[in-house]
Antibody, heavy 128, light 105 residues
Framework: QITLKESGPTLARPTETLTVTCTFS??????????VGWIRQAPGKAPEWLAL???????RLNPSLNNRLTITKDSPGNRVVLTMTNVDRVDTATYFC?????????????????????WGLGTTVTVS | DIQLTQSPAFLSASIGDRVTITCRTS??????VAWYQQRPGKAPQLLVY???ALESGAPSRFSGSGSGTEFTLTISSLQPEDCATYFC???????FGQGTKVEIK
């Protein structure tokens, strides 16, 4: 059974760097096709995808966040860490991590995409 | 940048009704979408991926279809437990739609 749990500070100050950690079980990030994604959701808003890291260290980041994000994995420890620099009040949200699996989309153009199929419960971060 | 437009924002229907939610992309290059259901206070739950593939464990009354720039999620017969907000996600960019809140009339 795949489970994920997010952890991090409940409160962050503007301009600080936020670090949230995803600790997972039931799968390995050394398995071909596996990935972990981060998504956040501000109160009453739609989810916003942030970042994803795959078994082969393919990193995908939301370009709208202006290079504020870093995602790393600690495969032996079954953890994925997301850091976000220079946080602001608009970064107040529940931060979710999710297991993702890779699928192939036939083209043209052909490409691989990841489906976020199992989510953690989320951790709420307030920037104030 | 690609835009994702989901409609309607709110939908009220009766038990047993057929319900359709639409997601439109602003660009038409080989788009694929996923659909999620989210109940209050819970994480989104995957229903459909790759535009039309039903996720394992999702009820068969849910189906996804579409191509090009227009995609739909259909609930063939609305059930009380389907009260939730539904989001589409563009799998090329991982952008989410703005959501459709479904209520029982």
């Amino acid at each position: 059974q795949i489970t994920l749990k997010e952890s991090g500070p409940t409160l962050a100050r503007p301009t600080e760097t936020l670090t949230v950690t995803c600790t997972f079980s039931g799968f390995s990030l050394r398995t071909s096709g596996a990935a972990v994604g981060w998504i956040r959701q501000a109160p009453g808003k739609a989810p916003e995808w942030l970042a994803l890291i795959s078994w082969d260290n393919d990193r995908r980041l939301n370009p709208s966040l202006n290079n504020r994000l870093t995602i790393t994995k600690d495969s032996p420890g079954n953890r994925v860490v997301l850091t976000m620099t220079n946080v602001d009040r608009v970064d107040t949200a529940t931060y979710f991590c999710a297991h993702a699996r890779r699928h192939y989309a036939s083209g043209p153009p052909a490409f691989y995409y990841f489906v976020m199929d199992v989510w953690g419960l989320g951790t709420t971060v307030t920037v104030s | 940048d690609i835009q994702l437009t989901q409609s309607p924002a709110f939908l009220s229907a009766s038990i047993g009704d057929r319900v359709t939610i639409t997601c439109r992309t602003s660009q038409g290059m080989n788009n694929y979408v996923a659909w999620y259901q989210q109940r209050p206070g819970k994480a989104p739950q995957l229903l459909v991926y790759g535009t039309s593939a039903l996720e394992s464990g999702a009820p068969s009354r849910f189906s996804g279809s579409g191509s090009g720039t227009e995609f739909t999620l259909t609930i063939s017969s609305l059930q009380p437990e389907d009260c939730a907000t539904y989001f589409c996600q563009h799998l090329n960019t991982y952008l989410f739609g703005q959501g459709t809140k479904v209520e029982i009339k």
